[in-house]
């Protein structure tokens, strides 16, 4: 389960979690980004008050993984009520990189930095405008210039943007920040993550994928271009004296000269493929036409790739102990889906996190780049390989008519990922006499959340009279009114704008997904209205006890 907690003036209120409950919450991670957090809260919670712009301190804690998935502030909050008058406040949180939007950096001309001497002295220049609180330390530096030599100045943009723009659009590399006894350290490394061996994979944990390749960045003409001109400039003083001196253009090396003629080089399979792109490519170090051709070739070659981007909807099996791994944003998974022709092995790059629903998070995976060559021959093979697939789901198919006169074995594993469901189910059926008698064992573990509850099925015999009874069907309407999601029990048709969830410490009512009242066991709360079992009914500020006398007594218990 997710804990969120805020902090005002270093004081914890604890707005989801044991007790308390948020409408919504949605935790987006990224690599190089802000990751955010946006909420909707109701009136009774503890935390709707509470929350002020850019100053309330906002973490989100995961307690299966005890790691902390969000840590930040509060960016807005906005109040709303709906037309059925029920109110909610609507919150937008930014991690702790969105300090660095609040410093201006201070202008410095063109020098020569060290990696890690120019972020030293930006990250310098922002603390020294800064309260404490948002004050960041360098941590781990893993990326080199290979001159170990940057020449470039500073201009008065945000820290964040010059971070991007001086370092990470030059070098590459990746930033993050981790909170170590209080102090926010901040991380330049060449890469972040490491491949898994985990797979998100057909008819394991995938629920849904889509797959989207973007040529937008494709070159299929280079033009490369090399250091700037000089030419001859003369001047006339004012004494009618002529002075020569070579004057820098804007006019660069090109490779016309050994290149027949032409200063582009073509990516023939590419421009039959997409057509005719230009793109150019500066080397300001490069004073040699040669050198630039051979430049252009290495770039064409390394670079010239289209990017493949998975969206994939899948179930996280680590909650429940059957794989090792979880997904995290930086890490490499393998992508398995004989029906659309995918094997390939691609990187997680931004991960949405329901807080509220945890089996309902969603994860983006991408930064896999394809040469055109790697894209036909992948489109060549989707054919046989989703022939193959479809061959064998027909050849494992077994009518009821053959298990009549067969012995039937059935392994299978069930993942029911909307309800929350994994069923491990092992059945042996036995034919035993000519009446279509069956003796029938089944072997069965049920898991929703495994530390929350666990239900096992040992060995039963039963008689089976008819093997076309449609039992499916009546788990199928069973499920329509009882469902399980996130170890919780939901009681409602699917459709149903009302529904009641029985959670570990709480029965909420919902309409429409979000929650209008809650009993803990002891109250019950509704809008502003709340009724304490025994002891009083309180509407708003109002509270009314009863007297041993009969009488009812009205007492202001608030503001």
């Not at 807080?355 to 046989?384: A, P, R």
Request: aromatic content about 8%; proline content about 1%.
């Amino acid at each position: 389960m997710y804990i969120v907690n805020i902090y005002n003036n270093g004081i914890s209120t604890e707005i989801h979690g044991h007790e308390q409950k948020l409408a919504s919450g949605n935790v987006v991670k990224g690599i190089n980004s802000i990751d955010t957090f946006s909420f909707a809260l109701l009136p009774s919670n503890k935390g709707f008050n509470n929350l002020y712009e850019y100053k309330t301190l906002v973490e989100v804690f995961n307690t299966n993984k005890n790691r902390f998935e969000f840590q930040g502030r509060v960016l807005c909050s906005n109040p709303a009520m709906s037309e059925s008058g029920e109110i909610t406040k609507s919150v937008t949180c930014e991690s702790f990189f969105g300090f660095l939007c609040d410093s201006k950096q201070v202008y410095v001309a063109e020098q020569n930095w060290t990696v890690t001497g120019l972020l030293q002295h930006i990250i310098d220049t922002h603390n020294s405008q800064m309260e404490e609180y948002k004050h960041f330390v360098i941590g781990e530096v893993t990326v080199t210039d290979p001159n170990d030599n940057l020449y470039c100045g500073i201009q008065r943009e945000n820290t964040w943007d010059t971070i991007k723009k001086k370092l990470i659009d030059v070098l590459g590399g990746e930033i993050r920040f981790r909170v170590v006894d209080g102090v926010i350290y901040i991380d330049y490394l060449t890469q972040i993550g490491e491949t898994k061996s985990t797979p998100i994979a057909l008819s394991r944990n995938m629920k849904s994928i889509s797959k989207e390749k973007d040529p937008s960045a494709y070159i299929t003409r280079l033009i490369p271009l090399g250091c700037k001109l000089q030419r001859e400039e003369t001047t006339v003083d004012a004494e009618g004296n002529e002075q020569t001196q070579l004057v820098e253009t804007e006019e660069r090396l090109d490779i016309s000269s050994v290149n027949d003629g032409k200063n582009y080089i073509d990516d023939e399979q590419a421009i039959e493929k997409y057509g005719l792109i230009v793109g150019y490519v500066e080397w300001d170090d490069v004073t040699e036409a040669l050198n630039l051709k051979t430049k252009g070739e290495n770039w064409l070659a390394e670079n010239n790739k289209v990017q493949v981007k998975y969206s994939i909807t899948n179930l996280d099996l680590s909650l429940l102990g059957l794989d090792i791994d979880d997904f995290e944003v930086h890490n490499y998974h393998p992508i398995i889906n004989a029906l659309l022709g995918i094997d390939d092995t691609a990187r997680i790059i931004k991960k949405n996190i329901n807080v509220c629903e945890e089996v309902e998070s969603t994860i983006e995976v991408g930064e896999n780049f394809k040469t055109l060559s790697d894209l036909q021959i992948e489109q060549t093979g989707k054919i046989d390989t989703a022939t193959q697939t479809i061959a064998k789901i027909e050849s494992d198919y077994v009518t009821n008519e053959k298990l009549s006169s067969e012995n039937f074995l059935i392994n299978s594993l069930i993942k029911q990922t909307a309800d929350s469901i994994l069923s491990s189910v092992s059945e042996t059926y036995v034919n035993k006499t000519d009446d279509e008698e069956y003796r029938k064992t089944v072997e069965a573990q049920l898991k929703i959340l495994s530390d929350e509850i666990l239900l096992k099925f040992t060995t039963t015999t039963e008689q089976i009279i008819g093997v076309d009874d449609d039992l499916q069907t009546k788990f199928t309407e069973l499920y329509q009114y009882i469902s399980f999601a996130g170890g919780s029990i939901k009681l409602g048709a699917s459709d149903s704008a009302i529904t009641l969830t029985i959670e570990n410490d709480v029965i909420n009512f919902k309409r429409n997904g979000v929650i209008f009242g809650y009993w803990d066991g002891e109250n019950f709360y509704t809008g502003n209205i709340i009724i304490r079992l025994g002891e009083r009914f309180q509407l708003g500020n109002f509270a009314f006890l009863p007297r041993t006398d009969n009488s009812v007594m009205v007492l202001k218990v608030g503001e």
